[in-house]
């Protein structure tokens, strides 16, 4: 064989290599199958098992980044029923509870949590649970809380829970916060 055409073969086998990292980035399982096929070639050419290793390692990698990219944004793995324009998130927002002093829910808790989210979380009975999430500020520390709201049949709502930092709080702690929101302006 001729120097030419020696390099010749050599352009095509690092124009394949190219390819086969490209694929295995963006489609991950391509990539992945194509690796396998080149391992499995190893005998008709040795340089596969390089090619082939690095299309494997570099499409599991492509894997795991494009898994973590579609699975970003909410902090929360619970399931959504539906989004935060739901009927009854939109209940909860409205709605003026007692404690409330005459001003909408979700005026009150927007100027008082930080980085707020509204999320429809499930049904039960006739009842559909509403989440506002987000940060407030507890001795100084900023903590993560979520209060839970229910809306019935007849779009009356209630509060049902409030954790911090995941632990439950009870009735009294949810009284006092509610207080506090209403009174800060």
Do not use: C, H
């Not at 979520?146 to 409030?162: G, I, K, M, P, Y």
């Amino acid at each position: 064989m001729s120097n030419q055409e020696n390099s010749s073969v050599k352009k095509k086998k690092k124009g394949g290599m190219i390819v086969g990292i490209i694929l295995s980035i963006l489609l991950p399982f391509v990539g992945w199958i194509l690796g396998i096929i080149a391992l499995a070639n190893v005998k008709k050419n040795p340089e596969n098992k390089k090619q082939g290793w690095i299309m494997l390692v570099v499409s599991t990698v492509a894997f795991i980044v494009w898994i973590g990219i579609f699975s970003s944004g909410d902090d929360s793995t619970a399931p959504s029923v539906s989004s935060s324009s739901s009927g009854a998130v939109q209940t909860v927002k409205e709605s003026v509870l007692p404690i409330m002093q005459g001003r909408p829910t979700g005026e009150v808790l927007e100027g008082f949590i930080g980085n707020l989210k509204w999320k429809e979380v499930g049904v039960q009975g006739d009842l559909t649970y509403v989440n506002a999430s987000g940060k407030i500020l507890i001795n100084d520390k900023k903590t993560k809380m979520t209060l839970q709201f229910s809306v019935d049949a007849n779009n009356l709502t209630s509060v049902e829970a409030l954790e911090y930092e995941g632990q439950p709080q009870d009735r009294n702690e949810i009284a006092w916060l509610l207080e506090n929101m209403a009174r800060a302006e």
